[in-house]
């Protein structure tokens, strides 16, 4: 197997783009991508999308954007694992060209979420649970995390506002990225007087959805250093699954597949979790925060949330995350985050963050959750 290097990198902006449409915002990011790299043409295109069959009617995202963008007649098709799907492009273009496989990959995550509004976009992101035994009950991810929350706050003796430092450090640090859809701070104590969307998670725990898209180039690490002055390597790379429907489940607060993947990437990479500089975890509800930092060794179980407390996440803290702000104030492209999650920690370790650069960053890891975290897939990057 060939090591992998990141040589590209390109975003759009996350919002409510309701005057591009996702070949359009898909193709923004392509040619940001090519234009960071210096290159104009690649092998193949692996595109990252959980919902654009269900929400925005269109398939075949692969042919529709390589076409679009003018990439011309390549390998090119859709890679899915609901919220992870972003991730999960990045792990095949990454196996891709550590095979041999294929020498220049883009990997792109692309959801276009307000195609659809209020039920109609719930209903079209169901999907992703288990149809037989809970979306046809009406559960819904936000339900789901819900229930989590609320075992959690039941067997540690916690209330809401435990969970509140997690969202403060995201907006603290949106407000500094030009790209985020939420550029506003939270005020202490706001937390817990937000209005509920599923008791007990509320306005300022959950992610809002947005459209966005994200791309990066890969190459093998052999040509990497030709091609770019700073080329990011991808160390670790690995995939973990637990049960679809969390009453299948042995262990509602322990995230197996987080701990697995985190495990196996970190592995690959030589280097234990708590060695990176920075992390950028999937914090779409909070409590998904606190259990992913618990399953990967940062605490004790229940008492992930003093982390946040602690103010130990912050951008100057030993344990940064959320660093362009999350899936929180960034905004939540659903698919594509896996693939933000990427760019955002290339910025870091080429000292390109501006802002929110974490001082000497070297290496970070990256961690895209499937649902409650029904899929994990973790990639370490270095320097």
Aim: glycine fraction near 10%; proline fraction near 3%.
């Amino acid at each position: 197997m060939r090591d992998v290097s990141i040589i590209g990198i390109g975003q759009t902006k996350v919002g409510e783009h309701w005057e591009t449409g996702l070949r359009a915002l898909g193709a923004e990011a392509v040619q940001a991508a090519l234009d960071d790299a210096g290159v104009q043409t690649v092998d193949a295109l692996y595109v990252g999308s959980a919902y654009a069959a269900s929400i925005s009617n269109q398939s075949q995202l692969g042919a529709l954007i390589a076409d679009y963008a003018g990439m011309g007649n390549l390998e090119a098709f859709t890679v899915e694992a609901a919220e992870a799907s972003g991730a999960a492009a990045l792990r095949t273009g990454y196996l891709a060209v550590a095979s041999g496989a294929v020498d220049v990959a883009m990997v792109l995550g692309v959801e276009k979420s307000t195609d659809m509004v209020a039920e109609p976009r719930t209903l079209a992101r169901s999907i992703s649970l288990d149809a037989d035994y809970e979306a046809i009950q009406g559960a819904t991810a936000t339900a789901q995390a819900a229930l989590l929350m609320r075992r959690y706050m039941h067997d540690y003796g916690l209330d809401v506002s435990a969970f509140e430092g997690f969202s403060l450090n995201a907006h603290a640090n949106g407000a500094k990225n030009p790209n985020a859809m939420y550029r506003n701070l939270l005020k202490p104590g706001a937390f817990g007087k937000a209005p509920l969307v599923a008791d007990p998670v509320n306005l300022f725990d959950s992610a809002p959805d947005g459209d966005g898209a994200a791309a990066v180039i890969l190459v093998s690490g052999e040509r990497a250093p030709d091609m770019a002055p700073l080329p990011v390597r991808i160390a670790g790379s690995a995939v973990a699954t637990d049960a679809l429907a969390l009453h299948d489940r042995d262990d509602l607060l322990y995230l197996k597949a987080v701990a697995l993947s985190a495990q196996k990437a970190c592995q690959q990479a030589g280097i234990s979790a708590q060695a990176a500089n920075v992390y950028e975890l999937h914090d779409a509800f909070t409590v998904l925060t606190a259990l992913a930092l618990e399953a990967m060794g940062f605490a004790e179980r229940g008492q992930g949330w003093k982390l946040a407390t602690d103010a130990q996440i912050g951008l100057a803290g030993a344990t940064p995350i959320s660093t362009f702000g999350g899936l929180k104030a960034r905004g939540n492209p659903v698919g594509a985050t896996g693939v933000y999650q990427a760019v955002e920690a290339t910025l870091q370790l080429r000292g390109q963050a501006a802002n929110n650069q974490v001082a000497g960053a070297r290496t970070a890891l990256i961690q895209n959750l499937g649902g409650m975290a029904s899929t994990a897939i973790t990639h370490v990057l270095r320097v």
